[in-house]
């Protein structure tokens, strides 16, 4: 079945600095989102991509569908305390079906 | 512009009892789909409903069921729980053929 590999699983930075995480897959997919969840919380949604090559920014938020469609990457640039959560990626094949998500990156900001 | 919302937010069940989640999409959305998030996972497709109807589903056993009303709300039913069925259970709403899903905050599910 579709499986997503995201990585790294964890990462502790200094706030300022940059983060940057990917997901990859041995499937394509048509549609790659991005999500923060905090702890007890649902997740969130920050980016959404719909083309392979697109590269899209909400804020400090950067993230690029891979061109071939197996892979997408999310920037943070200039980290902060409030960045700390588990980011997790998602892919979509059918269109309005199901996500698949990856295992999440835990995200530490030490002030 | 009411976001998704689940109900209850925690549940206690024993193993062998029978529960019922809830869910409100996001206003304008018609679309409900359920996930299971256990700890330190992604979260897992359990199944889709749109227009009253199983659209889609996941590799869940018939232990897990769902309806969608009328007004898009839907319900998650589990049967004969099992301790491996504590998790977080998520509702995501979206519309139509879209695929911009937003979550609501889940329900925690304990089983003992």
């Known amino acids: 079945g579709q499986q997503l590999n995201q990585s790294p699983q964890s990462m502790f930075i200094q706030e300022g600095e940059d983060v940057s995480m990917n997901c990859t897959s041995s499937s394509i997919f048509n549609t790659w989102l991005w999500y923060k969840q905090d702890p007890g919380e649902g997740p969130v949604l920050l980016i959404a991509l719909y083309k392979a090559g697109e590269l899209t920014s909400n804020g400090r938020l950067t993230a690029q569908f891979g061109i071939t469609r197996k892979d997408s990457f999310l920037n943070i640039s200039a980290s902060i305390p409030s960045d700390v959560g588990i980011y997790f990626c998602a892919g979509v094949y059918n269109q309005g079906g199901k996500l698949i998500f990856g295992q999440g990156t835990e995200l530490s900001v030490k002030p | 512009d009411a976001g998704v919302t689940q109900s209850p937010t925690h549940l206690i069940k024993t193993r062998g009892q029978q529960v019922t989640l809830r869910c409100s999409p996001k206003?304008?959305?018609?679309?409900v789909s359920w996930y299971q998030q256990a700890l330190g996972q992604g979260p897992q497709f359990i199944f889709q409903y749109y227009e009253e109807e199983e659209r889609q589903r996941g590799n869940f056993p018939d232990r897990f069921s769902g309806h969608q009303f009328p007004n898009y709300s839907s319900e998650l039913n589990v049967n004969a729980l099992l301790l491996g069925d504590s998790a977080l259970y998520l509702c995501?709403?979206?519309?139509?053929?879209?695929?911009?899903?937003?979550f609501g905050q889940g329900t925690r599910l304990t089983v003992v």
């Open positions: 995501a709403s979206s519309l139509g053929s879209g695929d911009e899903a937003f």
């Open positions: 206003s304008g959305h018609d679309t």
